[in-house]
């Protein structure tokens, strides 16, 4: 029955009659068409036939007597006068055979097997759940590794953004959640990876097990700022859809940077002038209407609990769109480089680090404990410059004298796997902190 449900709206997309229309502009990678702009509307999809290529191009301005069109691959081989033919409004249809599967953002599969699509196609632009009916946070998820389960807790329909510069192990610790987070369905989208990394993360980093529970869409660095900048949208679309049959969804975005590059290079296309930084204004609401996207549902949904990454050049915590993210979502990961050149993965900076569902998401103990360990970690790293010059004299200042004791554990704590949940993370770290109480 679904089948043919499928088939009908497949068919109820064909037209008896093509409107088309005539390119009569080729200039910095768009195109401009007469003969649709009465039909087309922003964000609809037109097809271009040259006489080297059939391709879509995405509508992204009208003019009076003209329309402005980005083509989703190269336009070269296009010349004055080549046929386009309306397409209307970009839609995808999730469902539930898509599990397991890798597709790009138009919902085409890249695994080279054929994919059937699902009853209720949706436009990639969707609402917000009603902010009067959404639940709060929901209860802490158990995601097998000691820092999420204690100091930096994740918790059900909270938005986190991990904020790494290249190199330093943000894909590899997404790779870790997908597999440890205790949710039913994950929905991965890899915007503007490099190809080889797409194959290389659903082989080595996710494997079998977890891939069979996901749903992968991605879109290379060599395609059109077209395609990476729908990977996000068409990721959140995918999990409203399982979102709204009752299902947790882990929706995992790498990265949030190379979505507003593609939006940059869109806008700019379009005639918008720039503003922040090179950055179009219009990004920050279409930024934010995406992260409101995600989140708790309503009474009869499940929820959408993400984790975004986001390049940070040079460590920049200022940048525009590491600072816009920041402030939007509920709590930010920070990894370190230096970090990492010593050789302790995830290369999380715990004190520049927050998790907004503190301190609600744990018990007046464990609040007591994080609070420990956050101090201590705190003491040592303003007193390291001392302590390696050998200025410090043990005695001299006791609590300095604890956080050296504690230092190499708690640091060790925080790299660790942790399979017993949050509960058995804190017992672990109760061992920790206990003796250096007596």
Wanted: aromatic share 4%; with cysteine.
């Amino acid at each position: 029955m679904t089948n043919l449900v499928t088939l009908g709206n497949q068919i109820g997309t064909l037209r008896a009659v093509k409107e088309c229309g005539r390119i009569s502009s080729v200039k910095s990678g768009v195109l401009r068409i007469s003969g649709l702009n009465h039909r087309a509307r922003l964000g609809d999809v037109v097809g271009v036939h040259s006489a080297e290529h059939t391709f879509e191009a995405e509508v992204i301005g009208l003019e009076e007597n003209e329309l402005i069109a980005l083509p989703e691959r190269s336009p070269a081989g296009c010349a004055i006068g080549d046929s386009s033919e309306y397409r209307g409004a970009r839609r995808i249809a999730p469902d539930q055979s898509w599990l397991g599967r890798i597709i790009d953002p138009w919902g085409r599969p890249l695994d080279g097997r054929p994919l059937m699509g699902g009853t209720r196609p949706v436009s990639l632009d969707q609402s917000p759940p009603a902010a009067a009916r959404r639940r709060g946070f929901g209860e802490r998820m158990s995601t097998g590794l000691n820092v999420f389960d204690t100091v930096l807790p994740l918790v059900r329909g909270q938005r986190m953004g991990i904020f790494a510069g290249s190199g330093v192990g943000k894909s590899h610790l997404l790779g870790q959640l997908a597999g440890g987070v205790n949710a039913d369905v994950r929905v991965i989208a890899l915007i503007g990876e490099r190809g080889r990394e797409v194959g290389a993360f659903v082989k080595d980093v996710l494997g079998e097990e977890v891939l069979s529970k996901s749903v992968i869409i991605a879109a290379t660095s060599d395609q059109s700022p077209l395609l990476r900048l729908g990977c996000l949208p068409a990721a959140m679309c995918v999990s409203e859809y399982f979102r709204d049959t009752g299902s947790q969804v882990l929706l995992l975005a790498d990265s949030i940077t190379r979505f507003a590059e593609a939006y940059r290079e869109i806008a700019v296309a379009g005639g918008e002038a720039p503003s922040l930084r090179g950055y179009p204004a219009s990004m920050t609401p279409a930024l934010m209407r995406l992260a409101e996207r995600a989140g708790a549902g309503m009474d009869w949904q499940g929820d959408i609990t993400a984790l975004m990454t986001v390049l940070v050049a040079g460590s920049d915590m200022e940048e525009p769109i590491a600072d816009l993210v920041r402030g939007t979502l509920d709590g930010h990961i920070v990894l370190d480089r230096q970090i990492a050149e010593r050789g302790r993965y995830p290369a999380i900076d715990v004190l520049k680090s927050v998790s907004r569902s503190l301190p609600d998401a744990a018990s007046v103990l464990e609040n007591h404990m994080i609070a420990e360990l956050r101090g201590a970690l705190g003491t040592y790293t303003r007193a390291e410059p001392m302590i390696r010059a050998g200025l410090h004299s043990p005695g001299s200042d006791p609590v300095l004298d604890r956080a050296i004791r504690l230092w190499p554990k708690l640091d060790a704590f925080v790299a660790e796997r942790n399979a017993l949940g949050p509960d058995g993370a804190f017992r672990k770290l109760a061992d920790i902190l206990a003796p250096q109480r007596r």
